[in-house]
């Protein structure tokens, strides 16, 4: 069985933090730059114009609604992956800020 200090403890949990935020960055500038504006997102955009467009021509009111809907349910979506990636990106700047703490302490 190996033993281990208090010392070697904070030294390897600070590594484990830093290993965490290192990732939990990564993940965070992912979801930023590729996943906020998929081409998904701009298919579904796309065909709801296509739709609002006929919806317009044949006064069809119950059709346009829906797709208005359904646009606002995608920015939304949007919102809510730009919301998710922020948030990953904060995670990691507590994640450094401890792991700093516990190597200054030493």
């Not at 797709?67 to 349910?73: A, E, H, I, P, V």
Request: glycine share 6%; hydrophobic share 55%; charged share 15%.
């Amino acid at each position: 069985m190996f033993t281990l200090n208090s010392m070697d403890f904070t030294l390897t949990l600070a590594v484990i933090l830093l290993v965490m935020g290192l990732i939990t960055f990564l993940v965070g500038i992912f979801i930023l730059a590729f996943k906020v504006k998929s081409d998904e997102f701009k298919t579904i955009t796309e065909q709801s114009a296509k739709i609002m467009e006929k919806g317009v021509v044949e006064n069809i009111s119950g059709l346009m609604e829906n797709t208005s809907s359904l646009l606002q349910t995608i920015n939304q979506m949007v919102k809510t992956k730009a919301g998710v990636g922020v948030f990953l990106i904060l995670i990691t700047f507590v994640l450094f800020g401890v792991a700093y703490y516990l190597i200054s302490t030493l």
